[in-house]
């Protein structure tokens, strides 16, 4: 019974940080926000795990950290006068398609699609691997790269990164061509080059971490685009029947990723399914779980694990890329912490969301500041973004703010790796090349639109 009470507590919790997002949605008037999109992230992240497994613990008090942190984030945006930034936003619809459908973009785009490509074989050849073994041998090639990568024996090269970043900057041109694009086929094409090397790595490597951020990065392209011309909604309406669609074909591509893990040696259907479930489970729910049962443990209460007791270390895990360049020789095993939480063999994993890391740099109190001002400056940053006529950095800021809202159900994504650094100093070049560009170009552009309504 009293497991119950508290799972339910949880639940309400989760409903409240859908409740102030909401909130903050009266406000404003739209759910493109930061404020909103980072509540309707965590609200996704706690409420389906919760709900779907009922059964399974979790401790209520750590649902309630989580709230206060997206409150104190959504109260980041209380400093700026909204009204007349979403006013001045509305002035540069009739620029959007020039600026973000440029034929230099476009050229980047196809380019980063065939470097990301290249890059990816060269490094798949760095490690050993052959054509032949991933065409004929796709499942016991992509099971030897990931017993590579989770033994820490992958041969460290060049190839590999530069394959990441230019999937990610791949992905979100993709994002802003793809609203520029006139014709059914041309919007499909976009869509099928924006996340083939993703694919690709998710397949031949078992690893669909890339494809999933390459899927936030170009949704956060699109949204740029339609803030830029006013239209500020989060989803098309009609567009079910082909959201379907995509989202079959990424079950699909996730299955795939999955049997390379050594489930394509399981003879057995009912075998196979039961391992499915548990690779899904584990993936997509096994986060709030075990964050939870970390929270208990160091707030003194019952825990399956019992965590080891660390010194603070002043913001490493949360800005770890920096520490390392300011020469820190602290070692972070892959995914952050070598706890793996357990429920029976349903739930298994070492991901205890950025949360964990953020309470241990800055302590309880700390991490519900440290929210507030990463809120102040979000927030900020999309103000700028709104009444800029043609914004450069705060575009690439909005960029990865999408990233890190994703990422911090696994750890925070500017302690994580390197590689999103380059990645948005490679899309602040690219922005302020295309910038320059479509400034000189000699175009006319049309007179203003009156102006309309926010619309949510």
Request: charged share 15%; aromatic share 18%; hydrophobic share 50%.
């Amino acid at each position: 019974m009293m497991g119950t009470f508290e799972k339910c507590l949880a639940l309400v919790f989760s409903l409240m940080i859908l409740g102030q997002a909401y909130l903050v949605r009266r406000y404003v008037g739209t759910w493109l926000f930061p404020a909103c999109l980072f509540g309707l992230f965590w609200f996704g992240y706690t409420f389906v795990p919760l709900a779907i497994l009922f059964w399974v613990p979790a401790n209520p008090y750590a649902i309630a950290c989580l709230f206060l942190c997206s409150l104190a984030f959504s109260m980041g945006s209380l400093a700026f006068d909204w009204k007349t930034a979403f006013e001045r936003n509305a002035r540069k619809r009739e620029t959007a398609a020039i600026v973000y459908g440029s034929p230099f973009l476009k050229v980047v785009f196809y380019v980063s699609t065939v470097a990301s490509l290249v890059f990816l074989t060269l490094n798949l050849f760095a490690q050993g691997f052959s054509l032949h073994d991933l065409l004929f041998d796709l499942y016991a090639s992509a099971a030897a790269y990931a017993n590579l990568r989770f033994s820490e024996d992958l041969n460290g090269n060049i190839f590999e990164r530069l394959s990441i970043v230019f999937a990610y900057l791949d992905a979100i041109l993709g994002g802003f061509l793809f609203p520029c694009v006139p014709t059914k086929t041309g919007r499909r094409l976009i869509v099928v080059l924006s996340f083939l090397p993703s694919i690709l790595v998710a397949v031949t490597q078992s690893a669909k971490w890339h494809l999933f951020l390459c899927i936030v990065f170009f949704y956060a392209g699109l949204l740029v685009y339609r803030a830029s011309v006013g239209t500020l909604r989060l989803f098309d309406k009609g567009r079910m029947k082909s959201l379907t669609l995509y989202v079959a074909t990424l079950i699909a591509i996730v299955t795939v990723s999955f049997l390379g893990r050594g489930l394509y040696t399981i003879n057995d259907n009912e075998d196979l399914i039961r391992k499915l479930v548990e690779y899904y489970s584990s993936y997509s729910f096994s986060h709030i779980y075990a964050f939870s049962d970390w929270f208990a443990f160091f707030i003194g209460r019952r825990s399956e694990l019992m965590y080891s007791q660390e010194s603070a270390p002043h913001g490493f895990y949360t800005f770890a890329v920096l520490f390392k360049l300011m020469g820190s020789d602290k070692v972070l095993p892959i995914g952050m912490f070598d706890d793996y939480y357990s429920y029976g063999e349903l739930l298994t994993g070492n991901i205890f969301t950025m949360f964990r890391g953020l309470i241990l740099d800055f302590g309880l109190i700390g991490s519900v500041l440290f929210m507030l001002a990463t809120g102040l400056l979000f927030h900020l940053s999309f103000h700028a973004m709104l009444r800029n006529r043609r914004p450069v950095f705060t575009v690439a800021v909005f960029v990865l703010m999408m990233g890190y809202f994703y990422a911090s159900f696994i750890s925070s994504l500017l302690g994580s790796n390197r590689i999103y650094y380059v990645t948005f100093v490679l899309l602040l070049i690219v922005l302020q090349i295309n910038k320059r560009i479509t400034r000189t170009d000699g175009r006319r552009l049309a007179p203003p639109e009156p102006l309309v309504g926010v619309v949510a």
